[in-house]
C-alpha cells in the first residue's frame, strides 16, 4: 500500500509504479486490492487526512488560519461540525474519483480533483500544465493550460463529447482538416474513432498552437497528423488576433484583417491554400470552429472548393450562419444539412459522397 500512495503522492500513475515493484506479485493480495477501485479511493482518502497533498493541507494546522481559506480547502464552513464535514468531503472525492476514473487514469483523476480544489482556492498557478491520461473517449496523454478556457474545452470534448453527433452523421471518413483545431482535443477524437484517418490541424494562436502540437505528437509521428500555424480567410490575407478576446479565453481566440503598418501575428489562408497544403485530393470531414471567421470563408464569391469536401461540422457564431448564406449554399452544392442533435455543432453531408468512400475503402 505504501508503494501506491507513494505513487499518488508524487503524481505518477500508481499501476505503472505497481509493474515496476519488484515484489509486484499478480496472485497478491495487494494487487486484487489495488484492482478494487473503491478500496484504492478510500485508502487515497485515508492518506489525504494523514499527509494531505501540497496545498490542499488545512489551514487550521497552522496558528494562522484564515476560517474562510480552511472553508474552501476542506469543504466546510466555520463553526460546522468538522466530522460531518469530513465525511461530505469523502464521499465527494470518492464518487468524483469514481467518476473521472471511467476515462482516466486514477492518478489523473487525482491531479483533475486536486485542480478544481486550487481552483475554488484561487491558487492555479499562471503557466501551470495539467497533465491527464485519457482512456474515454479517447486514449491520449493531454496538456492543459491551468488558467484560460482549456478544462471548459476538454469538458465539452471528453465528458459532454459535442462531435458525437458528428461522428453518427459522418458514418465514415479517411480526411480531416480541423479548422480552429484549438489544442487538438477534437483532432484527437475524431482520429480516434477513424483508426486509419489522416488529419490536418490548422489553428492561428500562437501558443494554442504549440500545445496543440504537443498533443497530437504521438498521431504526428504515426505520421497521421500534420499541423500548420495559420487561419482560413476569404481572401489570403495579414491577420492580427481581434483585441476585443480576452487573452485566455484561448478557444474564443479570433482574428482581423492586419492594418498597413501593424505586425501580422499569423497569416490568412484561402480554404483551396489550405486544401492544397493538406496534400489530401478529397476531404472527408472538414471540421470548422473558427470564432466567427466562418463569416469570410462563406462569403467569398469562390465556393469551388467545396466540390473537395464531402461532410463539413461547423460550429457557429452570433449571427454568422444566416449572415453568411450558410444552408442556400450548402443545399446549392449538393448538401444536405442534418437535423441537429445539440446547440454545439452544425452536420451538412454529401449523401452520396460515403457511398463513393465505402467502395474506395
Known amino acids: 500500500m505504501v508503494t501506491l500512495l507513494a505513487a499518488f503522492a508524487s503524481e505518477l500513475d500508481p499501476f505503472n509504479v505497481l509493474l515496476e515493484t519488484p515484489r509486484y506479485n499478480p496472485g497478491s493480495s495487494f494487487y486484487a486490492l489495488c484492482n478494487h477501485q473503491h478500496a484504492i479511493c478510500s485508502s487515497l482518502i485515508l492518506y489525504w487526512k494523514l499527509s494531505p497533498p501540497s496545498g490542499l493541507s488545512c489551514m487550521e494546522k497552522t496558528q494562522n488560519c484564515k476560517p474562510m481559506v480552511c472553508a474552501v480547502f476542506c469543504n466546510r464552513q466555520p463553526g460546522s461540525d468538522r466530522e460531518a464535514d469530513e465525511k461530505s468531503m469523502e464521499s465527494w472525492t470518492l464518487s468524483f474519483l469514481k467518476e473521472s476514473a471511467r476515462r482516466m487514469s486514477l492518478a489523473s483523476a487525482v491531479r483533475l480533483r486536486n485542480y478544481y480544489v486550487r481552483e475554488k482556492a484561487g491558487q492555479l498557478r499562471a503557466d501551470g500544465i495539467l497533465p491527464l491520461r485519457l482512456k ?55 482520429a480516434y474513432n477513424s483508426p486509419t484517418c489522416r488529419v490536418l490541424c490548422v489553428e492561428p494562436n500562437c501558443e494554442t498552437y504549440e500545445l496543440l502540437v504537443r498533443n497530437v505528437r504521438k498521431l504526428s509521428r504515426s505520421g497521421r497528423c500534420q499541423t500548420l500555424k495559420a487561419a482560413v480567410w476569404g481572401t489570403h490575407q495579414r491577420l492580427a488576433p481581434n483585441q476585443k478576446t480576452p487573452a485566455d479565453r484561448y478557444s474564443m481566440f479570433a482574428v482581423r484583417v492586419a492594418s498597413a503598418n501593424e505586425p501580422s501575428a499569423v497569416e490568412g489562408y484561402t480554404m483551396t491554400e489550405i486544401l492544397d497544403y493538406s496534400g489530401f485530393d478529397r476531404v472527408d470531414l472538414l471540421k470548422v470552429d473558427i470564432e466567427g471567421a466562418e463569416r469570410e470563408l462563406f462569403s467569398t464569391q469562390d465556393l469551388s472548393w467545396l466540390a ?25 452544392n449538393g448538401f444536405e444539412i442534418l437535423q441537429s442533435e445539440n446547440y454545439h455543432t452544425v452536420v451538412a453531408r454529401k449523401p452520396q459522397w460515403h457511398w463513393k468512400l465505402s467502395a474506395r475503402a
Open 136 to 190: 474515454r473517449p479517447f486514449r491520449a496523454n493531454i496538456f492543459l493550460r491551468e488558467r484560460g478556457s482549456d478544462l471548459a474545452t476538454f469538458h465539452e470534448i471528453a465528458v459532454e463529447e459535442v462531435y458525437g453527433p458528428v461522428l453518427r452523421g459522418v458514418e465514415s471518413f479517411q480526411t480531416v482538416i480541423d479548422l480552429g483545431a484549438n489544442i487538438g482535443l477534437a483532432s484527437l477524437y475524431l
Open 308 to 332: 473537395r469536401v464531402g461532410a463539413i461540422a461547423i460550429e457557429f457564431h452570433e449571427d454568422s450562419r444566416s449572415v453568411s448564406g450558410f444552408d442556400d449554399k450548402m443545399i446549392r
